[in-house]
């Protein structure tokens, strides 16, 4: 990927992927070869298999859609989530979930991959502050 001098330029990139990967047929291949797998070899089996399949994955990326409205617990009004994932032998996982219009970075890192996952979060924050710059500019939304 080159230099663009837009963030946007990025965005509409990273759409295209996204759209081009949603309507591939890896997710249905995916689950096929690991149904076959567990029906073959057994779920311990199956089970060690994935657990190496994680231990050689660097990055996790995953995204949640949001509720439309704040979900009450036990009476109270949740003001955020921020779902994650333990135990996972991933040098890093960032969740991104979307809870009423607000935006949750997860981010979990191996401390020998990522040394200061801090400025990791700073970056994204930045990333993010100059994709919304960029969007306000062209006359997209008003705030």
Known sequence: MRHREDPLDYVEEMNTIM???KASYEPFWTAFIANLAIKLFG????G????RVYSST?????NL???QEEVPFFGYEVSYLAPTCYGLPIE???HVFSYVDKVTFVVS???NTIPDPEKLCDDLQHSFHLIKTSF???????N
């Open 58 to 62: 660097t990055l996790c990326f995953s």
């Open 43 to 46: 779920i311990k089996i199956s």
């Open 136 to 142: 306000l500019s062209r006359g997209f939304a008003k």
């Open 92 to 94: 890093i996982l960032i």
């Open 109 to 111: 890192a191996n401390e």
């Open 48 to 51: 060690k298999l994935n657990r």
């Open 65 to 67: 859609p949001e509720p």
């Open 19 to 21: 759209q081009l990967k």
